[in-house]
C-alpha cells in the first residue's frame, strides 16, 4: 500500500473550536476540499495538524475520523509527535487497525538527544507495536538525523519505509537521495523548494504549503514531472510568498486562515498557539492572491 504513497500528500489541519475542542463536523469538508484540488493522500495528527497537543483519544478518534472522511480515496498517514518511545509505540498501536497506510513519526523533539544506537532501537519499537510501515520526519533542530543515520536505520529497520525531510539544506537533501536505496521512499518537507526537490528524485512532498494552497501544489508536481519546466518555475515562484506568510511560529493559525480564504472551515489553532495577526492576515491574502485563489 504505501507504494501508491507518492505526488502531494497535504498535512491535514486538525479543526478545533473556540472551547478548544476539535470540530469532527469540519473534518470531511477539508477532506472533500484537499481532494477534489487533486492531492495524492492526506497526512493527519502532524506539525501542521498540532498532533503534539492530542490526548490519546482525541488523537484515536480525529485519525478514525479522518480514514472515514477520506473513504479510500486517496491514503492517509498518521503522524505521532510525541517524545518517549513507549508513547509513540502506544499511538501507533492505537491507530494500526484503523486504515492508515504508514506512521509519520518525528524524533523525540525535546532537548536530550539519544545516540545513534538508541535513535535506532526507538524506530525499532515503534514498528514492533504496530507493523506499519514508519516514515521519519527528520524536523527536530536538535535532533536532526544525518543521512548516514537515517540510511542506517532504514536497513537495519525494515519497518522504517522512508524519510520526509525537513529543513532547508538542500545538500543534506541531494546527499540522502544520492545514497538512498530504490525502496527508501524520500518525501520533500522543504516547502520553498519543493521543485529542486522533485527533480532531485524526490517521490513526493508532504508539506504545510501543500495544505495552504493544494491546487498550485499538484499543478507544480504534476509540472515536474512532465518536464514542463517553464511551468513549474513559474509556479514554484508565485508558491514562494505563501511560504514565506504561513512559514512562522504559528503556522497552524496561518494555513487555517489560508483555508478559511478559500472557503474551508478549518476552525481554529489549540491553545497557546498564537492567532493570526492582522499583518500576518494581510501578507498570506497577499499571496493568495498572487497565485489566483482569491
Same mark, same amino acid.
Given at each position: 500500500?504505501?507504494? @501508491? =504513497?507518492?505526488?502531494?500528500?497535504?498535512?491535514?489541519?486538525?479543526?478545533?473550536?473556540?472551547?478548544?475542542?476539535?470540530?469532527?463536523? &469540519?473534518?470531511?469538508?477539508?477532506?472533500?476540499?484537499?481532494?477534489?484540488?487533486?492531492? !495524492?493522500?492526506?497526512?493527519?495528527?502532524?506539525?501542521?495538524?498540532?498532533?503534539?497537543?492530542?490526548?490519546?483519544?482525541?488523537?484515536?478518534?480525529?485519525?478514525?475520523?479522518?480514514?472515514?472522511?477520506?473513504?479510500?480515496?486517496?491514503?492517509?498517514?498518521? #503522524?505521532?509527535?510525541? @517524545?518517549?518511545?513507549?508513547?509513540?509505540?502506544?499511538?501507533?498501536?492505537?491507530?494500526?487497525?484503523?486504515?492508515?497506510?504508514?506512521?509519520?513519526?518525528?524524533?523525540? !523533539?525535546?532537548?536530550?538527544?539519544?545516540?545513534?544506537?538508541?535513535?535506532?532501537? !526507538?524506530?525499532?519499537?515503534?514498528?514492533?507495536?504496530?507493523?506499519?510501515?514508519?516514515?521519519?520526519?527528520?524536523?527536530?533542530?536538535?535532533?536532526?538525523?544525518?543521512?548516514?543515520?537515517?540510511?542506517?536505520?532504514?536497513?537495519?529497520?525494515? #519497518?522504517?519505509?522512508?524519510?520526509?525531510?525537513?529543513?532547508?539544506?538542500?545538500?543534506?537533501?541531494?546527499?540522502?537521495?544520492?545514497?538512498?536505496?530504490?525502496?527508501?521512499?524520500?518525501?520533500? &518537507?522543504?516547502?520553498?523548494?519543493?521543485?529542486?526537490?522533485?527533480?532531485?528524485? &524526490?517521490?513526493?512532498?508532504?508539506?504545510?504549503? =501543500?495544505?495552504?494552497?493544494?491546487?498550485?501544489?499538484?499543478?507544480?508536481? @504534476?509540472?515536474?514531472?512532465?518536464?514542463?519546466?517553464?511551468?513549474?518555475?513559474?509556479? !514554484?515562484?508565485?508558491?514562494?510568498?505563501?511560504?514565506?506568510?504561513?512559514?512562522?511560529? @504559528?503556522?497552524?493559525?496561518?494555513?487555517?486562515?489560508?483555508?478559511?480564504?478559500?472557503?474551508?472551515?478549518?476552525? =481554529?489553532?489549540?491553545?497557546?498557539?498564537?492567532?493570526?495577526?492582522?499583518?500576518?492576515?494581510?501578507?498570506?491574502?497577499?499571496?493568495?492572491?498572487?497565485?489566483?485563489?482569491?
Amino acid at each position: 500500500m504505501l507504494d @501508491n =504513497l507518492a505526488g502531494v500528500v497535504a498535512p491535514f489541519t486538525t479543526p478545533f473550536r473556540a472551547d478548544d475542542r476539535i470540530d469532527f463536523a &469540519a473534518v470531511k469538508p477539508q477532506l472533500d476540499w484537499l481532494i477534489e484540488n487533486g492531492v !495524492h493522500g492526506v497526512a493527519a495528527g502532524g506539525s501542521t495538524g498540532e498532533g503534539h497537543a492530542l490526548d490519546r483519544s482525541e488523537y484515536k478518534e480525529l485519525i478514525h475520523a479522518t480514514v472515514e472522511a477520506a473513504a479510500g480515496r486517496v491514503p492517509v498517514v498518521a #503522524g505521532i509527535v510525541a @517524545n518517549s518511545t513507549g508513547e509513540v509505540a502506544a499511538r501507533g498501536d492505537l491507530v494500526k487497525g484503523l486504515g492508515v497506510v504508514a506512521l509519520q513519526v518525528t524524533p523525540p !523533539h525535546y532537548l536530550f538527544r539519544p545516540d545513534d544506537d538508541a535513535m535506532v532501537g !526507538h524506530f525499532r519499537e515503534i514498528h514492533a507495536a504496530s507493523g506499519l510501515p514508519i516514515l521519519i520526519y527528520n524536523v527536530v533542530p536538535w535532533c536532526y538525523l544525518s543521512p548516514d543515520l537515517l540510511l542506517r536505520i532504514m536497513d537495519e529497520v525494515p #519497518g522504517v519505509a522512508g524519510v520526509k525531510q525537513s529543513a532547508g539544506d538542500m545538500k543534506l537533501f541531494a546527499d540522502l537521495m544520492r545514497r538512498a536505496k530504490p525502496r527508501n521512499r524520500i518525501f520533500s &518537507a522543504v516547502d520553498a523548494l519543493l521543485y529542486p526537490s522533485y527533480m532531485l528524485g &524526490a517521490v513526493g512532498s508532504i508539506a504545510a504549503i =501543500l495544505t495552504a494552497a493544494p491546487g498550485p501544489s499538484v499543478k507544480l508536481w @504534476n509540472a515536474a514531472k512532465a518536464g514542463d519546466h517553464e511551468t513549474a518555475r513559474d509556479l !514554484h515562484e508565485r508558491l514562494m510568498p505563501v511560504w514565506d506568510a504561513v512559514g512562522k511560529p @504559528n503556522m497552524p493559525s496561518l494555513v487555517k486562515y489560508a483555508q478559511g480564504l478559500q472557503g474551508v472551515p478549518a476552525g =481554529l489553532a489549540r491553545k497557546p498557539t498564537s492567532p493570526a495577526t492582522e499583518a500576518e492576515k494581510a501578507e498570506v491574502r497577499a499571496a493568495l492572491e498572487g497565485l489566483g485563489l482569491l
